[in-house]
């Protein structure tokens, strides 16, 4: 009996990873059968969110996919007075790569993106500061 024991260093380094395909560029029967799918539907569900990163992209991938319901995601801001812990775009840098990522989501879970005037000046401790900052009645406009 032969044994051979190789070193790590000889051995290959294996990689795995998972290869998915955006559902918005899905054709044949499965990209159809989605799209049938919706036919039948005259349900739409909105999710509110102040900013890029509150959404929960499951709820919109099951309405939108699942259940053939037109979603729709509106993002008070568009994140541009976060944190950024892993770039550094900050501000105005930031929103353009908060707004990207959340596009590019949507790609996988169906939703049409919107977004309104307001600006994200940071971490509020009360509504009435928000309101303020943004204006009430032009801030609930843009959500209505």
Not at 86 to 108: K, M, P, S
Request: aromatic share 8%; glycine share 10%; proline share 3%.
């Amino acid at each position: 009996m032969l044994i051979v024991c190789a070193p790590a260093w000889i051995t290959p380094e294996v990689h795995g990873q998972m290869r998915t395909q955006p559902v918005a560029e899905l054709d044949g029967q499965v990209g159809l059968g989605l799209m049938l799918r919706k036919l039948n539907m005259v349900g739409s569900f909105m999710m509110m969110t102040a900013h890029p990163d509150d959404e929960n992209n499951a709820i919109l991938a099951m309405l939108s996919h699942g259940q053939g319901v037109r979603t729709a995601l509106v993002s008070a801001t568009r994140g541009d007075g976060g944190q950024n812990e892993i770039g550094a775009e900050l501000f105005d840098a930031l929103a353009v790569l908060r707004t990207e990522e959340l596009l590019a989501a949507h790609r996988f879970d169906g939703a049409e993106q919107y977004f309104t005037r307001a600006v994200d000046f940071g971490y509020s401790f009360s509504i009435e500061e928000t309101f303020e900052k943004w204006g009430r009645e032009e801030i609930l406009g843009d959500f209505v």
